[in-house]
């Protein structure tokens, strides 16, 4: 069964992405995938601090939660990210979040290690969804470069995104003609996109 984890970058529990979220989560269910969210704001994540001792191990010398994140990252076939645009980039939460995944990045490229499974690799999708108050889409220009740098790190091969500007108001992508049904329908696309691929690797 095609596994996808959702990561709720939001503070906000019902804000725009995590509803997005939800949506898209909700298409995958329909597709035929077991799907997980985990919310950010609920796990301890300290900010990255530098020491730079994954250099040498590959290992992150911080004691919180981001082991048990790092497996689930790296198991899951498909990974979608919900996060709202704060200053033109991801929020402080979803971005301490990727900051955290330096640590997978040297074991890769500095150290040569895989770090997702050789097989399933390929078939390997996410989805990226956010929401920003901005009345410019040049507001996500930031962000998409985090997010191209996170997947790429954790062999994401491909990425779609749903962004939304002018959403500062809460609930607001409830209000959009086809925000939800889109979110949804690129949850469902994910799965038949991985699914597909997961047929010509295994």
């Known amino acids: 069964m095609v596994k996808i984890l959702g990561i709720a970058g939001s503070p906000r529990q019902n804000g725009n992405t995590s509803l997005l979220l939800q949506e898209a989560l909700k298409g ?12 950010l ?22 004691d919180d939660n ?6 689930k ?20 939460q979803t971005k301490a979040f990727i900051d955290r995944f330096q640590c997978i990045w040297e074991r890769k490229q500095g150290l040569g290690q895989d770090v997702t499974d050789p097989v399933t690799r390929p078939a390997r999708r996410g989805l990226f969804l956010s929401a920003a108050r901005g009345d410019d889409p040049r507001v996500f220009d930031g962000a998409i470069k985090v997010m191209d740098r996170f997947f790429q790190t954790v062999d994401v ?25 889109d979110a ?19």
């Open 184 to 202: 949804f329908k690129l949850g469902e696309h994910l799965v038949d996109e991985i699914s597909r691929h997961l047929a010509t690797v295994t």
């Open 41 to 62: 704001c609920k796990r301890n994540i300290y900010p990255c601090t530098g020491c730079e001792d994954c250099r040498k191990t590959g290992q992150c010398s911080l």
């Open 157 to 181: 091969n491909y990425y779609e995104r749903l962004l939304f500007f002018r959403m500062g108001e809460r609930g607001a992508v409830q209000k959009h003609p086809t925000a939800l049904s």
């Open 73 to 92: 990252v790296l198991a899951a076939n498909g990974i979608i990210v919900a996060a709202p645009v704060y200053f033109n980039s991801v929020n402080a």
């Open 66 to 71: 981001m082991d048990q994140l790092y497996r």
């Open 28 to 39: 995958a269910e329909q597709a035929g995938a077991s799907v997980e969210k985990v919310l």
